[in-house]
């Protein structure tokens, strides 16, 4: 899925070594090492083949850890970034490339696997990112820090959630992928989430369809800025295509905070992070 973009910027090497079964996901593994993969290739630029290169890296991590390493020798990463850089939105690429939600997502996948994902990157040197699962049916794999067991012990921080949409099956959908631990809060259209806001504003996220037939996601927003301009950079806009022109205006602006129906749910609990 990757080879399309990886042929024109590296060399691909691949050093496997025999490594135990894991507890893990498949599809969930898959998307973090395609992530993974093309975060490394995005970080070389095109052409000069021969003299860039990416890694991939399976190898025995201590007694009870396997890890999975892609190594690029492309840029590198700000000592001052790496500490955000599993943030939600936080993006080193280009405006209108990525929306510093995949190494997020990420996170939250192999965390909730139980196991880490580590960045280790010097400017100009290249990066890598390094996925430690752990060997299945050892009970010791999770015998690391204190600080570790402890952040995974945590149950996820509860929400509470306004979900703006006028289909209703929709509205449904998101509030069954927030669930529990988290208070989801529906409205079928924008005067509808304009009354609530009315009665009580204190959410920690807002979903908003962003075109609606009666109040759109934009004007939403307007009167949010007018009314309660601290819940702007708390709203998540949706939308299923069909932009006006209006709306390709206001995307371009706020790309970061879109999501693109279906949903991708560990993109939505991603947002909620």
């Not at 991939?56 to 500490?83: F, K, M, Q, Y």
């Not at 631990?181 to 920690?204: C, F, I, Q």
């Amino acid at each position: 899925m990757a080879e399309h973009q990886l042929r024109l910027r590296a060399r691909l090497v691949r050093n496997y070594e025999p490594v135990p079964p894991v507890s893990g996901n498949e599809t969930r593994l898959g998307q973090v090492f395609l992530n993974l993969l093309l975060n490394a290739t995005q970080a070389l630029p095109e052409g000069a083949v021969m003299n860039n290169q990416v890694t991939l890296t399976i190898r025995p991590h201590a007694e009870a850890w396997v890890a999975v390493e892609v190594a690029d020798t492309g840029c590198g990463i700000p000592a001052g970034n790496l500490s955000r850089i599993f943030e939600p939105f936080f993006t080193t690429k280009p405006v209108g490339v990525g929306t510093g939600l995949g190494l997020s997502v990420c996170h939250g996948i192999v965390t909730g696997l139980g196991g880490q994902l580590q960045v280790e990157s010097e400017p100009g040197r290249g990066s890598t990112f390094r996925v430690l699962l752990p060997v299945a049916g050892k009970t010791d794999a999770s015998e690391d820090s204190g600080e570790e067991r402890a952040r995974r012990s945590r149950q996820p921080e509860p929400r509470r959630v306004l979900v703006i949409d006028d289909e209703p099956e929709v509205l449904d959908a998101l509030a069954r992928t927030i669930g529990p631990p988290h208070s989801v809060e529906k409205a079928g259209s924008g005067t509808r989430a304009l009354e609530m806001l009315a009665r009580n504003a204190d959410y920690d996220v807002l979903f908003c369809d962003l075109m609606m037939p009666d109040v759109t996601g934009m004007d939403l927003r307007e009167a949010v800025a007018a009314k309660y301009p601290e819940l702007l950079k708390r709203m998540i806009f949706m939308t299923a295509g069909g932009f006006t022109p209006r709306a390709v205006r206001f995307l371009e602006h706020l790309a970061p905070r879109c999501i693109e129906k279906p949903f991708d749910p560990e993109v939505v609990r991603a947002f909620l992070r």
